[in-house]
C-alpha cells in the first residue's frame, strides 16, 4: 500500500492477583453489573462478576471489540494494572448490557444493590448451578493509592474520594441504577469511567515496556500530548457557528496524541508541531480522510502498531484482522488521526504527512471495521472540535498547531 501523491487518499483500499485493596470497587461495581444483568432476561450460566464479562457473552460480535470514540479508545489504551484494567472493563460491560433494546424490570434488584453497599451479598441458584459473593470493603483507601507514585498520592486521594462518593462517583451510579433512568445510568456510567481514567494515568506515569535500542534515535512521547490546531478557510469564508455563537473564522480542534501505544510516532508528531512544521500547512479531503500536504521533513519512523492484548507496539508490520489481530488505537473511529505511508516504503510512515480519518460505518467491512484497519500508525484521536471535520473542505489552511500538554514527556535524541 504505498502511498501515491498528496492528492490521493494515504493508501485506503477499497474505501468506498487478586488485590483486596480493590474489594470497595470490585464489589460495588460487580452489584451494578449484577443489577443490570437480572433486569435482562437474558442468562449467563456459571457467570462470575468478576472473571466473565457479561457484555461478550450477551453481545459477543466483531462490532462490539473494537471502540467506536476516541475517548473509548485512549481509555483502553493506558497502561494501568491488571486489577484497575479488570474495574473499567466491568464498567465498559455495563455500557455493552445499556444497549440491550429490552424493557428491564429495574425495581426486581433495588433492595439488593442496596444491601450490596453495607454488607455481604450471596445469591445462589440450584437450576444454573450460579453462585455470586459481593463483599464491601469499606475502608481500602492506602491499598487503591499504593499503586501510585508517592508525589502523585494526595491527588489521587482525592480522585478516589471523588470515585467512590463524589458527584459523578460509584454511589451516584447505583442510585442512577434504582431511578430506573438508562439516560442517567448513561451519565453516570461515563462519570464514573473518566474517574477511573484519571486514577489508571497517575499509575502510568511512563512506558512499560523498553523500546528497541536501534529506535532510540528517534524522538518519542512517554505518556500523552494534547495539541490544538486552529484551522481557516481557504476561501475566506467562515465555519458554522456553535451553539448559540456567531460565524467563525477559526475553528479549533483538540487532538490527544498517545505515547504510551505509539511512543516513536507520537513523538516525531510532536517535536514537528514544537517546531511549527505545521503552520500554515494545506489540507486536502480525500475520500474518508482529511490529508495534509507533504513535506521532506521528519523523522521516517517505522510503522508502529500496538496490537489488543500485547505489551509493547509492532514495528515494520501490519496486522491482520481477519485472523482476530485488532490495533489498541483502531482507525474505525472518526476522528482518528494517523501517519500515511512513507512514499518509499510501506514499513515506514511518512516523515510528515498525516490525516484525520472520517469513518463511515456505511463503507465499513464486517463488524463496522475499515478496510485498512491495523494498516496505519494511529497515534491518536479528536476529543474536541470533530463537528468542525464535516466542514473542512480542499484547500482549508492549519494556521497554527500548538503541543499545549505533554512537553515534559516528549524525549528528543540527543543532536551530533
Known sequence: MEFIDQHDVPTMACIPTQDHGLGKFESIIAAILIFVQISSPLPLVAWDSMSISPAKAVLYSPDTKVPRTGELALRKAIPANANMKAIQDSLEDISYLLRIPQRKPYGTMEGNVKKALKDYLVTGSQENNQKTVVAIAMDEKESILSSLPSDLKEKGSIIYASLVDGKGGLQALLQCVKDQDPDK???????????????????APGLSFLLPEQYLKYPRLIGRGTIEFAIEKGDGSTFSPEAGGEPRKTAMIQVVVDGYSTPLTSGNFAKLVIDGAYDGAKLNLVNQAILSDNKNIGYSVPLEIKPSGQFEPLYRTTLNVQ????????LSVYGAVAMAHSETSDEYSSPYQFFFYLYDKRSAGLGGLSFDEGQFSVFGYITAGRETLSQIKTGDIIRSAKLVEGRDRLILPEEN
Open 323 to 330: 485472523d482476530g489481530e485488532l490495533p489498541v488505537l483502531p
Open 185 to 203: 445510568v448513561s451519565v453516570g456510567l461515563a462519570s464514573s469511567l473518566d474517574l477511573v481514567a484519571e486514577l489508571e494515568l497517575l499509575q
